[in-house]
């Protein structure tokens, strides 16, 4: 039973690139919340995905996009990268309207110069 | 707004000692509560959670409290071990899959 996977695991871009980034939700779990975490800080809600739509949103950009598709996998997708969004992406999944508890992906490390 | 204040940032105790850490949270319509250990480099690990109508809860070495009308909750580590070192992270949400507000982290540190 596979748990939370993500990809990459690393990246590199410059300012102003676009970034997209994977997730697959544990086995049965149908929704996928994304998180920034900025070192030394806790992660921090960009926004979460069940049933392909987008359910709720935190405080970040409209650069932030993403998409569930119909096999639950998420992605998350930067554009106009700034400096500021270096971080660690983490990917969490739920398993639905009556489960509370969320896991999370390993994380991908994302370095923008 | 949503928020999550924990308490202490960085936290050093003698190994077999306890440690205990304390959150308060802002919204009163929180009623998930878990708590997340993160080692350096990597996931968050769900290692304890409690929901609003439990008082108390007891994992092994670690416990959970929950005080609803002062909104404050503790986790309580007794006989620390050196793989407890990690970071700590309380949280806060809504129920079901709801987003997960964190608190600010604390970095646990056990003595030989």
């Known amino acids: 039973d596979a748990g939370v996977t993500q990809s990459p695991t690393h990246l590199i871009k410059t300012r102003g690139q676009q970034v997209t980034l994977r997730c697959s939700p544990k086995s049965g779990h149908d929704t996928v919340s994304w998180y920034q975490q900025a070192l030394g800080q806790g992660p921090q809600f960009i926004f979460q995905?069940?049933?392909?739509?987008?359910?709720q949103r935190g405080n970040f950009p409209d650069r932030f996009s993403g998409h569930q598709f119909p096999n639950y996998s998420s992605e998350l997708n930067v554009n106009a990268l700034l400096l500021g969004d270096s971080a660690l992406y983490l990917c969490?999944?739920?398993?639905?309207?009556?489960?509370?508890?969320?896991?999370f992906g390993p994380g991908t490390r994302l370095t923008v110069t | 707004g949503e928020n999550v204040e924990q308490h202490p940032s960085t936290l050093s105790v003698q190994e077999g000692d306890s440690a205990v850490i304390k959150c308060t949270y802002s919204?009163?319509?929180?009623?998930?509560f878990p708590w997340y250990k993160q080692e350096l480099g990597k996931r968050p690990q769900l290692i304890i959670d409690i929901r609003s109508n439990v008082g108390e809860k007891k994992d092994q070495r670690i416990a959970v409290t929950l005080n609803k009308t002062a909104k404050h909750f503790s986790l309580h580590i007794t006989e620390t071990q050196p793989e407890d070192s990690a970071v700590y992270f309380c949280?806060?949400?809504?129920?079901?899959?709801?987003?997960?507000?964190f608190g600010s982290g604390t970095r646990l540190s056990i003595r030989p």
């Open positions: 995905y069940y049933e392909e739509e987008e359910r």
């Open positions: 969490a999944s739920g398993g639905g309207a009556y489960s509370y508890e969320q896991y």
């Open positions: 919204d009163s319509a929180s009623n998930y």
């Open positions: 949280a806060a949400s809504k129920g079901s899959a709801s987003k997960i507000i």
